[in-house]
């Protein structure tokens, strides 16, 4: 079945860009849209954006200016980059895909999410 | 805070049925938009718990049941059982913020 696994540092600095990779295996990335999801310590989740297989985008209008998500048909991944990281910035991230070809949400596979902390 | 609404915790006995709203507005969840439902537990990925208002994936027990009604939707969870015990999530598609939303999330606890 699909397993989704991510991948990046887990320590970033203050100000840098964070740069994370969402590995797709037992399935092909084409027909979906796929999305990054995050969760600070101790909060809830939160969407940052999605992308579809083709390389159109969708992202959370409160990280806009800073998020680009990428995908790499040939590799069957893809990728976020967030710029000017804060300490807000600090969660676990996963990346996720919906149940149904052509959905946003009703996300059925989940990576196991990576931790990423933003501190000097 | 969240575009839905959850609250913040929710508790009952083994054996009981609690219940977790999910309240949005004539953007998302009154907009005709599907509610999904997550259970994650403690150091884990959520797990999808229902999909488009009311269904169940496979290997998920008809104790969990979805349902909506206007701007709300809500989560039952009936015959509560220790395993229960995880934070609960509702997510729809917001029209107006062109993308996806996530209530805050609601604790479950079991007395």
């Known amino acids: 079945q699909v397993q989704l696994q991510e991948s990046g540092p887990g320590l970033v600095k203050p100000s840098e860009t964070l740069s994370l990779t969402c590995t797709v295996s037992?399935?092909?990335?084409?027909?979906?849209?796929w999305s990054w999801i995050r969760q600070p310590p101790g909060r809830g989740l939160e969407w940052i954006g999605y992308?579809?297989?083709?390389?159109?985008?969708n992202y959370n209008p409160s990280l806009k200016s800073r998020v680009s998500i990428s995908v790499d048909t040939s590799k069957n991944l893809f990728s976020l980059k967030l710029s000017s990281v804060t300490a807000a910035d600090t969660a676990v991230y996963y990346c996720?895909?919906?149940?149904?070809?052509?959905?946003?949400?009703?996300?059925?596979?989940w990576g196991q999410g990576t931790m990423v902390t933003v501190s000097s | 805070q969240s575009v839905l609404t959850q609250p913040p915790s929710v508790s009952g006995a083994p054996g009981q049925r609690v219940s977790i709203s999910c309240t949005g507005s004539?953007?998302?969840?009154?907009?005709?938009?599907?509610v999904h439902w997550y259970q994650q537990l403690p150091g884990t990925a959520p797990k999808l718990l229902i999909y488009?208002?009311?269904n169940r994936p496979s290997g998920v027990p008809d104790r969990f049941s979805g349902s909506k009604s206007g701007t709300s939707a809500s989560l039952a969870i009936s015959g509560l059982q220790a395993e229960d015990e995880a934070d609960y999530y509702c997510?729809?598609?917001?029209?107006?913020?062109?993308?996806?939303?996530f209530g805050g999330g609601t604790k479950l606890t079991v007395l």
């Open positions: 004539s953007s998302n969840i009154g907009a005709g938009h599907d």
């Open positions: 037992g399935g092909s990335i084409t027909n979906y849209y």
């Open positions: 992308i579809y297989y083709s390389g159109s985008t």
């Open positions: 997510q729809s598609y917001d029209s107006s913020l062109s993308g996806v939303v």
């Open positions: 996720a895909r919906p149940m149904y070809r052509g959905t946003y949400g009703d996300f059925d596979i």
């Open positions: 488009v208002n009311s």
